[in-house]
């Protein structure tokens, strides 16, 4: 179901989904999640309300005890003037001190990724990312997800046909 503003998506509990990396569960296994603010200009905010964003192909990274947003598509607005964003910059995410130590401690010890999973807009109208510490999963587990994927589409169909 779409919204008044364009392609991002309303949830039950007040959220609003701009971009959605559906392709992260598949690669990674995700062991924790955390939710994250962004430093956005104000064109990027009215991109985002128009709900044209992508998160795909990025990742976040932790430069001299900050986290960073790399390699995330916010579309340069398109009633914006000179003084519009670059689509592709470095954004900071902003999260207290103890979780970028946790999400650090994560990357550094133990060989972890950190992977956008969900960008959207809270309750309050405030952006907000869901990052997820992860696991790059293996190709044989991979292939395993998408039996299992494949087995609960087969075993639905059969429920529906036979009653």
């Known amino acids: ?19 959605d990396n559906r392709r992260a569960r598949f690669d990674y296994e995700v062991l924790e999640t955390f939710e994250a603010g962004i430093e956005l200009t104000g064109t990027e905010v009215k991109s985002l309300r128009e709900g044209k964003a992508n998160i795909a192909e990025s990742y976040a990274t932790i430069e001299h005890g900050e986290l960073f947003l790399i390699n995330s598509y916010i579309p340069e607005y398109t009633q914006g003037n000179r003084f519009n964003h670059a689509p592709r910059r470095k954004r900071k995410l902003l999260m207290h001190r103890r979780e970028i130590d946790t999400l650090a401690a994560g990357v550094e010890r133990k060989g972890l990724t950190i992977v956008p999973l969900r960008l959207y807009f ?14 790059g999963k293996k190709l044989h587990d991979k292939r395993e997800t998408e039996k299992r994927r494949d ?4 075993k639905a169909r059969l429920m529906r046909e036979r009653g």
């Open 122 to 135: 809270n309750d309050r109208g405030r952006a907000k990312l869901a990052l997820a510490l992860a696991k």
């Open 151 to 154: 087995w609960g589409r087969e």
């Open 1 to 19: 179901m779409s919204s008044k503003s364009g392609g991002a998506k309303k949830k039950a509990d007040g959220q609003k989904i701009v971009a």
